[in-house]
């Protein structure tokens, strides 16, 4: 498996690949990474003919200093699971050559990234989309693969890709789970034994909340969720909503829209996580 750190020699690698119409399929990544990106990456495996990883922590997607900073950094771990996944190469750049100046674009995503995640974390999804476009620029890919436990990323990411034209499909991908339900992801390292016993009950609220919707208004399905969150102390909940899953609007009836998501994002013992569900 090769390694670069530069713009240049990935740019010509991925270059010759494509005079040789090798597809490439792209997992772009923060690194400290777990079964949820392996399974990203034996997906592109099975549907390319080459697959790149990028480990890069983008520091412009994070609005929390303390969180940038207590991101795990775990390179030789990542290497050693992508060679066994298979992965034929790595983009791993510093941030000066992702950003020799800072980045100044501007994207409008309309009402996409006013809410949820976007509402509670002001720049993030500029940060990812300009992070993004960046490395689709580099990797040139076929097909990029996408978690769809960061829904709405997801959903930018294909309105960016849209917007601009970009001739990259986009692939979503399942959340991939613990066995007790838990949405896998790099922050779950860093809850505490107590924490991580609790954590389950994200996708035990999501999931019954999934079985009631036919009982209740959207209005009051998220309350009833809420309540639930709040039946134990470790919990503050930032979010929990029920929109539509395409506009990831809200909505006063279930017959208002044709599919609806639920999506959280709550704190435990300081660490925050996300989970959604779709609900139909
Ligand atoms: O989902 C992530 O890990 C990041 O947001 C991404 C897509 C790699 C951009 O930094």
């Known amino acids: 498996m090769k390694i670069f750190r530069s713009i240049p020699e990935t740019k010509n690698f991925v ?11 792209f997992v772009p990544t923060m690194g400290a990474l777990h079964p949820g990106h392996i399974s990203l990456i034996e997906r592109a495996k099975r549907e390319n003919d080459v697959v790149g990883c990028s480990i890069f922590v983008n520091p412009i997607q994070f609005n929390n200093k303390e969180d940038l900073e ?12 992508l060679i066994n996944a298979g992965c034929d190469f790595i983009f791993n750049p510093g941030n000066n050559e992702m950003y020799p100046k800072p980045a100044t674009e501007q994207y409008d995503f309309g009402q996409l990234d006013k809410v949820m995640e976007g509402a509670h974390r002001p720049g993030h999804f500029n940060g990812v989309a300009v992070v993004v476009r960046k490395l689709f620029d580099i990797m040139n890919p076929t097909r990029a693969y996408f978690g769809m436990k960061d829904y709405q990323q997801l ?11 970009l001739a990259v ?8 789970r613990e066995t007790d339900g838990l949405a896998m992801s790099s922050r779950n390292v860093r809850l505490s034994r107590e924490a991580r016993q609790i954590a389950p ?14 009982l209740m208004s959207p209005f009051e399905l998220e309350n009833w969720a809420k309540n639930e969150f709040s039946k134990f102390e470790e919990f503050t909940v930032e979010y929990f909503e029920i929109v539509d899953s395409k506009s990831l ?9 044709e599919s609806a998501i639920a999506c959280t994002a709550v704190f435990l013992g300081g660490v925050r996580l996300i989970d959604n569900l779709i609900v139909y």
């Open 249 to 257: 609007q809200s909505f006063g009836n279930w017959s208002d829209v």
């Open 169 to 176: 499909q986009i692939v979503p991908c399942p959340t991939i």
């Open 15 to 25: 270059g010759a690949l494509k005079n040789n119409r090798a597809s490439i399929g």
């Open 201 to 214: 009950e994200i996708y035990r609220i999501l999931h019954d909340a999934k079985q009631k919707h036919s």
């Open 155 to 165: 959903c930018i990411v294909t309105a960016m890709t849209k917007n601009l034209k």
């Open 70 to 81: 207590k991101y795990p950094r775990t390179f030789d771990e990542d290497a050693e699971k």
